[in-house]
């Protein structure tokens, strides 16, 4: 499937999921659907990007979404160039800029960035003249990560609309827990989100979603359990006491997966830390567990997001095949 | 156009004359000579102008006295590229400020008399708008030992603070309090308590959203009750700057009701503007304290209205494109402010919640008052620092136009009415827009 299958226009950039449509979304999650058919067989490589320029620039360190990304760019056929750019030599903001405007100059089609700070990525968008992917900006927003959060419930409840989902853990810190709020409101989900009230931002309750301060009433007849990771730096002194105690009356495990409903999933955007968050039991069960299933589903919607921002655009040009 | 520099007489005639000390608006005339206001009224040359007196011809626009705005930092000294004294004093000119109150946070902060004296020489040099400077309250702003308050004010400090630095320590403002009244010195403060100010932006739907951590509105409050109670202990004068919270203006209000020596005041954009103003991440409208709510908005109007909030300041802080174009948490804060002032300043009055001599006495009789300046109100022997201004004139705010060095106004391309046509100071005229203002007849 090509752009052309698209049956609603993208925007130049995916900067976040606040703002897209639910036919935006569904689309990008239908285009999805056709690589991972793709990613399953033996020949995966496309030639959908087949001379066009990707540059994976991180300012923060992320093995996993800079390799996903990288994965999805390659079998599409683009020039794939990883940049990571270590956080500690980036003290003033305007190296952000001077290093968008020089890669600018190179003529990339797409940059996929990373950035420790909310509103970064907007930002560079701004100054440059290629599409611009967020890879993940401060607490802002995870726009891929939502994306494939929801292309694996809807391959495994069938629908988005009317399930009730519970984001659980650091809700404060989690750009993936605004993008997946976001995303999941808009495909007519309900969305709880359940953490101690230290880690609950102010007046979250006004982007639609039920606030939970206890795993009892907030996991209680849920259909899915997004499980956020929990910094260990943020473990001790001014958030929650102590590892053990956040464990005991956050950390998901078999007992408080008793009031989910009947085949509820269980997801994280990992890495995981067994024990502090999750326990291994449930996080290793094949019935509910679909972390892995998740992390394929991210190549996937990745190679969608590509081709939607930049293989499209190829393709509408005067000429092209 | 006439101009007094050497102390001749110059009659300002046919004015719409705005009198806050009076709590009048009609039409009428002043008198100026020797750089002072000689006489002035709603009788005064009512037979027509002087012969044989340099005239200005008002044509019915508003004479008021010029601006005392008691919150300006310049980049001067230390941060020249952002702002010198000579920018700021065209930027006041332009915007009908005619005093000026400097921020000791500059490098190095006014916490010594020798800088406070450096202030009045460059003033003295770049011979525009008056200057005063405030003396840094804690040595190197560090909020840790008094600074020599007595001879700072010695030297001409106005005021004493920290800048945009709240004292953290109870004990120390305690001290700064009860040592200041020797010397009949006001503390001023901006009121955040700031283990819960460090926030990029206002506390809220809005900054969740955006993923920006926030300045809860109660770091106002708690501050404010806690600099109130010391007050209380201490019979010292107390100014709380910058007010933008309603727990903010409820609590000043009932601190004044019980006779305590505190004032306050607050900018026009916490008066203009709510925290949607940061929009996409708009640094431009990262100022300190944030940009509040909607209901915060309204109950600083309300504050300003009734008189709990004393005086309406510029903020002024200039930044430049590389503090600003960087992501949002990182940007420093600030806005200009001296030549939005009176536009948004007047919004007040086009918005029918006060009249021009209520507007005028905020910007300029009580915060003269209360800094025991010379300017700010008319009266026979004060300095003739008047401003004239079209109250009604449409125009729309422009940085590209602008005479601070810097164009970082959150008031980009706000459609906007009320210009200064002609200022002031000490009888000789330092601005005069010639695109509204041509030259008119003296005698």
């Known amino acids: 499937m090509t752009m052309r299958s698209l049956s609603v226009s993208m925007p130049r950039d995916l900067l976040g999921i606040e703002g897209l449509s639910a036919a935006s979304i569904s689309a990008l999650l239908d285009l999805s659907e056709t690589y991972i058919d793709t990613n399953r067989s033996l020949v995966k490589r496309r030639d959908t990007l087949s001379g066009r320029t990707v540059i994976n620039l991180f300012f923060e360190a992320s093995t996993r979404t800079r390799t996903s990304f990288e994965v999805a760019a390659k079998r599409l056929g683009a020039d794939v160039i990883n940049m990571e750019v270590a956080a500690s030599s980036v003290k003033k903001g305007e190296t952000l800029l001077d290093t968008a405007m020089t890669l600018n100059a190179m003529l990339p089609d797409a940059l996929v960035v990373r950035h420790q700070d909310s509103g970064a990525v907007n930002l560079l968008a701004q100054k440059v003249n290629c599409s611009v992917i967020n890879g993940g900006d401060g607490s802002h927003e995870h726009p891929t990560q939502a994306l494939l959060d929801a292309l694996t419930i809807r391959r495994r409840k069938g629908k988005l609309e009317g399930l009730l989902v519970a984001i659980c853990g650091d809700i404060l810190h989690s750009r993936v827990a605004r993008s997946n709020i976001h995303l999941l409101k808009i495909m007519g989900a309900q969305v709880r989100v359940v953490g101690p009230a230290t880690l609950m931002p102010t007046d979250i309750d006004r982007m639609g979603v039920e606030v939970h301060y206890s795993m009892r009433t907030g996991l209680k007849d849920v259909d899915i359990v997004m499980m956020l990771r929990l910094q260990t730096e943020r473990m001790s002194g001014s958030f929650v006491p102590s590892v053990s105690e956040y464990f005991r009356f956050f950390g998901l495990d078999e007992e408080k997966m008793k009031v989910t409903r009947p085949g509820a999933l269980i997801m994280h955007p990992g890495p995981m830390n067994r024990g502090v968050e999750i326990d291994s039991a449930v996080a290793d069960d094949l019935q509910r567990s679909v972390i892995h299933e998740q992390v394929e589903m991210g190549v996937a919607v990745r190679m969608a997001c590509l081709d939607a921002l930049i293989g499209g655009r190829r393709n509408a040009l005067p000429g092209a095949a | 156009m006439a101009n007094a520099s050497d102390g001749r007489p110059v009659a300002y005639i046919n004015a719409r004359l705005i009198d806050p000390s009076a709590d009048t608006d009609q039409r009428g005339a002043v008198l100026t000579g020797d750089g002072k206001i000689l006489d002035y009224g709603a009788n005064l040359f009512s037979g027509g102008a002087p012969y044989g007196i340099a005239t200005v011809d008002c044509r019915g626009h508003c004479l008021a006295p010029g601006i005392v705005d008691l919150r300006v930092h310049t980049g001067e000294p230390g941060e020249e590229h952002k702002e010198t004294f000579d920018t700021a004093g065209r930027a006041a000119a332009a ?344 030259e008119t007849v003296a005698a």
């Open chain 2, 95 to 438: 915007g009908g400020v005619t005093s000026m109150c400097i921020l000791p946070d500059t490098e190095p902060p006014f916490d010594d008399a020798s800088l406070i004296e450096f202030v009045a020489r460059r003033a003295r040099q770049v011979q525009r708008t008056k200057m005063y400077a405030y003396g840094a309250l804690t040595l190197g702003l560090k909020g840790e030992q008094l600074s020599e308050i007595g001879l700072i004010s010695e030297a001409g400090a106005v005021a004493f603070t920290d800048g945009d630095r709240p004292i953290a320590s109870a004990q120390l403002m305690r001290r700064a309090l009860y040592y200041a009244k020797t010397f009949d010195a006001l503390i001023v403060q901006v009121p955040q308590e700031p283990s819960l100010s460090t926030g990029a932006m206002n506390s809220g739907e809005l900054a969740t959203r955006l993923g920006l951590g926030g300045n809860h509105k109660l770091a106002e409050a708690i501050q404010l009750e806690r600099d109130i109670r010391l007050v209380e202990m201490t019979g010292g004068r107390y100014h709380a700057s910058k007010i933008s919270t309603a727990e903010g203006v409820d609590i000043v209000r009932r601190a004044k009701a019980r006779g305590l020596k505190v004032t306050c005041d607050t900018a026009p954009h916490y008066f203009a503007l709510n925290e949607i103003a940061v929009g996409d991440y708009r640094t431009f409208a990262k100022v300190v304290p944030p940009l509040r709510a909607e209901s915060d908005r309204l109950a600083v109007v309300e504050g300003v209205s009734d008189g709990t909030i004393d005086c309406i300041v510029s903020d002024h802080r200039p930044q430049d494109v590389e503090s600003k174009r960087v992501p949002f948490a990182l940007a420093e804060p600030g806005v200009v402010g001296l030549e939005t002032l009176l536009p948004i300043a007047l919004e007040l009055y086009h918005n029918g919640q006060m009249t021009l001599p209520r507007i005028w006495q905020r910007l300029t009789t009580t915060p003269s008052r209360l800094f025991k300046l010379p300017g700010g109100r008319l009266e026979k022997g004060a300095p003739a620092d008047l401003v004239l201004f079209d109250p009604d004139i449409a125009w729309v705010i422009d940085p590209d136009k602008f005479e601070s060095k810097t164009g970082n106004t959150a008031f980009d391309e706000r459609p906007t009415q009320g210009r200064a046509l002609m200022t002031v100071l000490d009888g000789r005229v330092i601005h005069r827009d010639s695109s509204l203002w041509p």
